[in-house]
């Protein structure tokens, strides 16, 4: 019996360096996101301002950009092990600091730019453990597990991304510094059990740093169509249709809960995608993985369109569910092809690459939304980015054919 439920896709968390390896991200992702909702809420009850989430966006955003190339080649030079422990630490450590701030009163209505500080700090962290952590697992099985690894990877991450925002909403009636104590205590355990994995690096002899070492990366990424693609396609879809940034203003105004609230609606996406992420985990995408993707891709758009013209929280919980399903599918197609397309002594600079634009596109896409809803409202925001995510996905179908006919992973 137990050799059955642990054959086929399965059959990674047979490996104990994979099963710690997915233990500590699923701690990281709980301590991020539940800083995340908890500063978001925060912010926003602070100012009550939608452009003041904006900067939120702009502040993670920054990092990113300052770090984008170097990352890459510490995650290729250094051990991937290492940087998921120093920056699970960092983490725990802004955490605490928010507390102490909180404390002793120097956050206040008039004073919240250190939550942009903190947010500042996630993002460089994020920014070296993102490369990092991705390299490290596909170093953790087989080559031929790489799409399952991907899946339950991506399964584990959202399940974190599901329950975090819930548990920092639910936290909140126990004090405001109960959620940051709570993301301390998960970025410390994360910390520790990255710890425990064997040393990973990604080549013996480090490359020395050349202007070309650190933009390998971009040059892979440019000469590679079907890689190409999937990333400039999710930045644009990300980019324009991310509503993430205005949930604090859709419970609060819209839908007139409280930070349970606005718990529950950042969570379901991760409803959503956790489904897909099972789905995908137990069955593969085998066949017309393209198409799926640009199919995947157009139902986000459409999904984020119904969610702008929501006028209760239930059937906003609906279109979110099914936004975070059709980007889970998007997601775990896009990794895999990244990561079979690429050559191991080069991953951690490609998927640094990868993560810049995407995680560029996530956060522009917030500053983008909360400085557009300032000015036009939060409602046409919204719908205008998803119709801008189903108009890329059919341009993109046009602009690389090759990526449209890729039937399965090489």
């Known amino acids: 019996m137990a050799e059955g439920f642990w054959s086929g896709n399965r059959s990674v968390f047979l490996i104990r360096d994979y099963r710690t390896y997915v233990a500590s991200r699923f701690l990281w992702g709980l301590g991020q996101h539940i800083q995340t909702i908890a500063i978001a809420w925060l912010v926003y009850e602070l100012t009550g301002d939608p452009f003041s989430l904006g900067l939120i966006g702009l502040a993670a955003f920054l990092p990113v950009i300052a770090l984008s190339l170097i990352s890459g080649p510490v995650a290729d030079r250094y051990d991937r092990r290492m940087i998921i422990v120093v920056c699970s630490i960092a983490m725990a450590l802004a955490s605490a600091a928010v507390i102490g701030m909180m404390l002793v009163g120097f956050i206040h209505a008039q004073r919240v730019w250190p939550l942009y500080i903190v947010v500042i700090i996630f993002g460089a962290a994020r920014a070296f453990s993102g490369p990092a952590g991705q390299a490290l697992v596909m170093s953790l099985v087989p080559r031929e597990d790489f799409s399952a690894a991907a899946a339950w990877n991506n399964t584990v991450n959202q399940s974190a991304t599901l329950l975090g925002p819930s548990i920092g909403g639910l936290l909140f009636p126990f004090g405001a510094n109960a959620p940051f104590l709570t993301a301390c205590i998960c970025l410390s355990g994360a910390a520790i059990l990255a710890w425990m994995l064997g040393a990973r690096r990604a080549t013996e002899a480090k490359p020395p740093v ?38 604090p203003v859709f419970a609060k105004d819209i839908f007139e809960t409280g930070p349970w609230g606005l718990g529950v609606l950042r969570s379901m996406p991760s409803v959503g995608a956790l489904a897909a992420a099972l789905f995908i985990a137990n069955f593969s995408l085998r066949w017309h993985i393209g198409r799926t993707m640009f199919a995947a891709v157009a139902i986000y758009g459409a999904a984020t369109i119904g969610f702008g013209f929501s006028t209760n929280i239930y059937a906003g919980m609906m279109c979110l569910a099914v936004l975070g399903g059709a980007d889970m599918i998007s997601v775990v197609i896009r990794q895999t092809l990244i990561q079979t397309e690429t050559p191991d002594e080069m991953r951690g600079r490609t998927i640094a690459v990868h993560n810049i634009l995407s995680g560029t596109s996530n956060q522009l896409g917030e500053f983008e939304s909360g400085t557009l809803a300032s000015f036009i409202g939060v409602v046409p925001t919204v719908a205008a980015g ?15 054919p090759d990526l449209r006919k890729r039937a399965k992973f090489s």
């Not at 990424?221 to 249709?241: K, Q």
């Not at 998803?386 to 690389?400: D, H, P, T």
């Open 386 to 400: 998803g119709v801008i995510a189903v108009l890329a996905s059919l341009l993109w179908m046009r602009m690389f």
């Open 210 to 247: 050349t202007l070309a070492m650190l933009v390998a990366g971009y040059q892979f990424i440019w000469r590679t169509p079907v890689v190409l693609g999937t990333v400039t396609l999710d930045l644009v879809a990300v980019l324009f249709a991310g509503a993430t940034a205005l949930l």
